[in-house]
């Protein structure tokens, strides 16, 4: 599983929901499944899956779950029993207990993270390939430099 993405692995397509970037909750969410958050949430988060928090969700609270992938914004608590994978538009702010952890370039982490009692804890650090993507000179360019 080295080197392979969270939502490539361990996403159930079946038993997903999500919540759109205009839903607003002020509450705590919980289910067995995946679940993938764009929207805003006030209050704690548990699901048994996968979490996805894209970036342009945020959640101010406690957000557990099997995995999850962070593009977006937490204030407060993570529990993941498996592997986070905070991105590079990832902002973190409070502590992580996790087993393995990716975190890409760029990414902000404002806390500690650490390992469920007596498993050493696995970091793991990327660059999105989007990113450099990104940074590749346009066809205009590229063919006006091979002139």
Known sequence: MENTRISESFSDPGNKSTFLATTRITGNVSGPGDLELDGELAGDIAV???????????VRGKASAGNMVLAGRVQGKIMVQERIEIRSSGR???NIICQKISIAEGAFLNGEVHTHKGRPLTPDYFTEKR?????????DEAGAARK
């Open 131 to 139: 990113k450099d993507l990104q940074a590749m000179k346009s066809p």
């Open 48 to 58: 048994g899956g996968l979490l996805v928090i894209g970036e342009k969700g945020s």
């Open 92 to 94: 973190m702010e409070g």
